[in-house]
């Protein structure tokens, strides 16, 4: 079964110390892991994606995730949280099937708040 | 290089309606998949075209159906709307092959009275 655990539905930081989101997956296959952010009334946006390549997975916006198979673990930081990344924040899950073509599952989200 | 694009943005239906969302995919890419975004929760997968046929589907019922397009571009329809269909619809595209690439749309806000 496919599935994705966000462990935090809200986390609340301050500007300029360390961002962690942490995400738990479930896959039957060789899965394909995200991290989309998501402001209030935009579109997602893609922060970073692992695709059996590196597990350290580098980002946009100082944004980097670590993907760790034995823990079935995809966590997202960030060094140093700025205002503007205040947003939704997604964990997702896509494994392509046997009988063709492709299921992606995103996590029920994080608000990340960040104070001033 | 025009991205996903869908119409409407916004829409206001009345319950027992039937309503058809479009979506234009990505420049190059055959595969588009639906997402429906309920307020506060994250997107849940409707389904998936590629080749004009359904590949994929999620846990919708009947009433959510689709269709796909020689030109790729795909049409989602909701009969008989109920409240809780209120949501915003995303669309994604991408290549058949390259699963890892989706491209989302702004998505059409759907409200249903």
């Known amino acids: 079964a496919q599935s994705v655990t966000q462990l935090d539905s809200h986390v609340s930081v301050s500007e300029g110390t360390p961002v962690l989101l942490r995400c738990n997956y479930s896959s039957s296959y060789s899965p394909s892991l995200f991290w989309y952010v998501q402001h209030p009334n935009k579109g997602l946006q893609l922060l970073l994606k692992y695709t059996s390549a590196a597990t350290l997975v580098k980002g946009i916006n100082g944004f980097e995730a670590e993907f760790k198979k034995s823990e079935t673990s995809f966590h997202l930081t960030k060094p140093s949280a700025h205002m503007s990344d205040a947003a939704e924040y997604f964990c997702v899950v896509s494994d392509r099937r046997d009988t063709g073509g492709f299921k992606t599952i995103f996590g029920a989200g994080t608000r990340l708040f960040v104070k001033a | ?113």
């Open chain 2, 1 to 113: 290089d025009a991205g996903v694009t869908q119409s409407p943005t916004h829409l206001i239906k009345t319950r027992g309606q039937q309503v058809t969302l479009r979506c234009s995919p990505k420049s190059g890419h055959d595969t588009v998949s639906w997402y429906q975004q309920a307020l506060g929760q994250g997107p849940q997968f409707i389904f998936q075209y590629y080749e004009e046929e359904e590949r994929q589907r999620g846990n919708f019922p009947d009433r959510f159906s689709g269709h796909q397009f020689p030109n790729y571009s795909s049409e989602l329809n909701v009969n008989a709307l109920l409240l809780g269909d209120s949501a915003l619809y995303l669309c994604a595209s991408s290549l058949w092959d390259k699963h890892y690439e989706q491209y989302f749309g702004p998505g059409t806000r759907l409200t249903v009275t």
